[in-house]
């Protein structure tokens, strides 16, 4: 189905499929993580997205139609993004994982289809087939939300994160399980937050140590760092603990919050989970450089020229914290190698969102390779919702870090014999190191 590679490249891609891999970012569920039917293949937000892009009425992708009739209404505009890098996820996973053979969904095919995915589905030994035979992947880490009752038989292999969006950005967090499910609205923080503590704090003292409180708790065991979603305008100020008082005292006084009472709370709250992280010496993974829920639902990438030396002094504050940046903005790439390059603490790790293109990958691994020393980033993570996302997007990510590669060999900057251990390095022990992901 796909153009052979040259030589080299061809080779370095034999080579990291024998390198064993950690994922440090998903959201596959350990009780439901492969995919039921076709729809949830093709229910991955950004294929949706391009769908719509195309023309698609999204009453066409409403859950409460059959799958059969949705996959339908679905093949015209699948033509019409047949040459996006998503469809190309998508073709793989169907042509790899399933053996399908034709060169694109059809009327006349798609019922076959359907039926290949639901049963692969049912199946217990999908899961790991996919993870640990198709992608070499021996850990991965997703939500804690997505734990349940760890029933899969890839569960095992999986450890956590907490996800802490709300906690920074109310009002456009995601992945709100387990502690601030449906908590969507940005007023109701100071209820959220009371609820997840177990406490509602009358002073600024009392909300910090029960920040501190609850992450003793709740980042241990198998739940290994904190991630978040980090709107590219904030930025991260120590708090004044008179301000805090007073409003903590009108609240439990008229029972109220303001936006700008909300916004002074978000800044003591995440600067005493800072400073938890810098105390415990543990890691925060942060998906930057994207603006949420404009126009109707969409994310638009985002830059602001201050957004790095901002941050770095946040960096030199807490320096015993590992930061790991997650870039959904191209103009972002250079500025965070950069910093990872300097500071010990700063990592950065993957193509997130806007970035997650074959050129883009392969131009920020080739930045990364030679800007960032190897144990200070990671090169895969997928973002994946079920086990055959996860090896759809290897498959981009595996051709486009080869292609980098083999231009460095070729370009004299990097040696052929050099590349095992630095594959070693940037797929598995450069995220087992940063995240505490040993067993």
Not at 192 to 219: H, K, M, Y
Not at 241 to 252: C, G, H, S, W
Not at 313 to 341: C, K, P, W, Y
């Amino acid at each position: 189905m796909f153009t052979s590679l040259p030589g080299l490249a061809q080779s370095i891609e034999r080579l990291i499929d024998a390198t064993p891999i950690i994922d440090p970012h998903t959201h596959i569920h350990c009780d439901r993580p492969s995919a039921t039917d076709l729809t949830a293949l093709f229910g991955y937000h950004w294929v949706q997205t391009e769908l719509i892009a195309v023309g698609m009425p999204k009453s066409d992708l409403d859950p409460s139609l059959p799958a059969d009739e949705r996959i339908r209404r679905m093949i015209p505009y699948l033509k019409r993004m047949r040459n996006t890098a998503m469809s190309w996820c998508v073709y793989r996973i169907l042509w790899d994982l399933y053996e399908f053979s034709e060169p694109e969904v059809t009327e006349a095919n798609y019922r076959d289809l359907l039926d290949r995915v639901e049963a692969k589905g049912k199946d217990p030994a999908w899961p790991a087939h996919v993870l640990r035979e198709r992608c070499n992947i021996r850990t991965f880490v997703t939500s804690l939300g997505n734990k349940g009752e760890a029933s899969s038989t890839i569960a095992p292999d999986a450890l956590f994160m907490l996800d802490a969006h709300y906690l920074f950005c109310p009002g456009v967090a995601t992945d709100l399980d387990p502690f601030f499910t449906g908590r969507t609205r940005k007023l109701d923080y100071f209820e959220a937050l009371s609820e997840a503590l177990g406490t509602r704090p009358g002073s600024s003292g009392a909300l910090f140590q029960g920040v501190q409180d609850w992450l003793d708790r709740t980042v241990s065991g198998p739940v290994r760092f904190t991630n978040t979603f980090l709107p590219i305008g904030q930025r991260f100020h120590r708090p004044d603990p008179a301000t805090i008082d007073a409003i903590l005292a009108r609240i439990e006084t008229v029972k109220d919050t303001t936006d700008a009472d909300v916004d002074a709370l978000v800044a003591a709250v995440t600067w005493a989970i800072l400073e938890w992280h810098h105390e415990h010496r543990k890691a925060v993974q942060i998906a930057v450089g994207a603006e949420y829920f404009i126009c109707d639902g969409k994310s638009i990438p985002r830059f602001q020229t201050d957004w790095t030396s901002e941050m770095a002094r946040t960096f030199h504050e807490f320096g015993n914290a590992r930061f790991d940046i997650m870039m959904a903005s191209d103009v972002l790439s250079q500025e965070v190698a950069v910093l990872a390059r300097q500071f010990p603490n700063v990592y950065t790790s993957g193509y997130w969102w806007h970035t997650f293109f074959p050129s883009l990958i392969e131009r920020h691994f080739a930045l990364r390779s030679q800007v960032v020393p190897m144990t200070k980033f990671c090169a895969y993570l997928s973002d994946a919702y079920s086990v055959e996302w996860a090896y759809g997007k290897l498959q981009v990510i595996k051709r486009a870090i080869a292609s980098a590669l083999a231009h460095q060999v070729e370009s004299g900057f990097a040696r052929e014999e050099d590349l095992p251990a630095l594959l070693q390095q940037v797929l598995h022990d450069s995220p087992r190191d940063l995240y505490d992901l040993q067993r």
